[in-house]
């Protein structure tokens, strides 16, 4: 049903972009707005995952450079079925995740030195298989082909409003202002929609490919926890990449509506403690309240020393991903 919709979805964009070229220059134009989309759909399937991880500074690990990192992930793909991608990581303060790449094989998976120091092994270990769902299902390539429509809608719109619609097609002024603001607010609706759709799915795959849905519930509430204290600056000056990320990487987008690249982090975990009771996993007593906060100030993994111990708690320093 998850592909159904994505499929629908996708049709929905389409057919909107097509009409925002209609409007512009009729028949011609909707056969421009489409040439120009193909060809922008083209670049981004060979040149996307490069784009992304220059964004945010990736750079490239293996085995030497970070090996139980590296393990992890080889581990994760071989029990996901999929040929091991490659590994980089952001020096980003904020505690995130993606992937990227226009098919299995040529896939990577991205994490921030934030999340490495805030996030038990196990809690990483579900990220990284969430990730690896996206790669199996494809949905790299999926969001890259909506970001792309999304974006040229948004430039037809702004094409059309200097230009003005065809005084032919009986949209006049009113059509124009129309397609000007509800075009890529429309756009922008499909786009968020198919990655919610993508989220779930991906939870759903990943809590089955580590076998640990409660460690993956208990790294969505850290991260979101972090997310909306610490900025993500390369994610705010390029929002159209957010929807990658396994939480929203922008401040102050957390309501589960139309307009939220990411279903709600409650919504989510909630799921995650549903699978782990039907498959005989959950702990006695395990909801989404019982998974413990993250620590205000987590000490480094492979990438540093520690910083100190939390200020104001009588407990130990918390964990990295290795401790």
Known sequence: MGYLRTAILLAAMTALF????????GQGGMIIAFLV???MNLFAYWNSDKMVLRMYGAQPVDARSAPELHQM???LSQAAGLPMPKVYVMQNEQPNAFATGRNPQNAAVAVTTGILRTLSRDELAGV?????AHIKNHDTLVMTITATIAGAISMLANFGLFFGGRDNNGAGLIGTLAMVFLAPLAAGIVQ???SRTREYEADRIGAEISQ???MLASALQKIAGAAHRIP???AERNPASASLFIV????????DNLFSTHPNVENRIARLNEYAKDWGLARPGASSESISPPAKEAYSGPWGSARGRNRGSSRGPSEGPWG
């Open 18 to 25: 097509m009409g925002v070229g209609f409007l512009i220059g």
């Open 37 to 39: 989309a193909a060809g």
């Open 73 to 75: 992930v080889q581990e």
């Open 128 to 132: 990284v298989a969430h990730e690896l």
């Open 192 to 194: 968020m929609a198919i």
């Open 212 to 214: 640990a849905p409660l």
């Open 232 to 234: 993500n600056r390369e």
């Open 248 to 255: 929203n990487p922008l401040s102050g987008a957390r309501m």
